[in-house]
């Protein structure tokens, strides 16, 4: 059994910073790409960044100079340091991990955290 799990979200002002981190528990052999998603009311759960087991990084153009993603490969997790956010960043956030185990290559998703960007 393989978990993901997301903390870190809440309610915060415009222009304002938050952190979520994502930790992968159980049995497996390698966390290889991490990811971030995000869904808003109506709208299509979309790519948000990413990180690979090297530390190579790649992020949605909307976010991209205000969010770093990042991973501790000691904890198998990995964070979203989130800055000068924007009421439209307001979104339920997911976190997936591609991660190797017994049975073969997997994704797996978190439960996902709420983000509220008041204006």
């Known amino acids: 059994q393989v978990h993901v799990v997301e903390s870190g979200g809440g309610l915060v002002q415009a222009g304002g910073s938050l952190r979520l981190s994502c930790a992968a528990s159980g049995s497996y052999f390698t966390i290889n790409v991490m990811g971030w998603y995000r869904q808003a009311p109506g709208k299509q759960r979309e790519f948000v960044a990413r990180?690979?087991?090297?530390?190579?990084?790649m992020y949605a153009g909307s976010v991209e100079g205000r969010f770093t993603i990042s991973r501790d490969n000691a904890k198998n997790t990995e964070y979203l340091q989130m800055n000068s956010l924007k009421p439209e960043d307001t979104a339920v956030y997911y976190c997936?991990?591609?991660?190797?185990?017994?049975?073969?290559?997997?994704?797996?998703w978190g439960q996902g955290t709420q983000v509220t960007v008041s204006s």
């Open positions: 997936n991990a591609e991660i190797d185990t017994r049975g073969g290559r997997y994704v797996y």
């Open positions: 990180i690979n087991s090297l530390g190579n990084t």
